[in-house]
């Protein structure tokens, strides 16, 4: 078994986005790794951003959208086949305009009741299981 230092690491953030009870989550694009699975959006961290810097850069080239990026709610580590993931989320606010798919395939707002519905890569099935035992 390879040691963990040979798998690549990201560090990625996501936003947990709410409005009127539901959350905001996008399905991946069907070239994507993970292609069809739904995510909360985010993106990678660039060399040399922070994570607010980078929450903010990946939802307005994704969705068109501006946030304010509040407090970290959850921080999950994951271990993929090929590489390991540090997935940090945010509370995010929307300020404007309403989320358009650029680059990502669908968006919808799900309630807590509807998110099983969804199918969720580990990271992300992660925050919608914390979701679900606290939905505050």
Partial sequence: ????????HY????????RDGKYLITQRRPEARLPLLWEFPGGKVEIGESDQEALARELHEGMAIQVDVGQLVLHVTHGYSGYDLDLLVYQCTLKGPEPRALRVNDIRWV??????RYQFPGADQQTVDSLLEDPT
């Fill in 111 to 116: 309630g807590p009741d509807d998110l099983t």
């Fill in 11 to 18: 560090r990625v953030v996501a936003a947990l986005l709410e």
């Fill in 1 to 8: 078994m390879a040691a963990l230092a040979d798998k690549p």
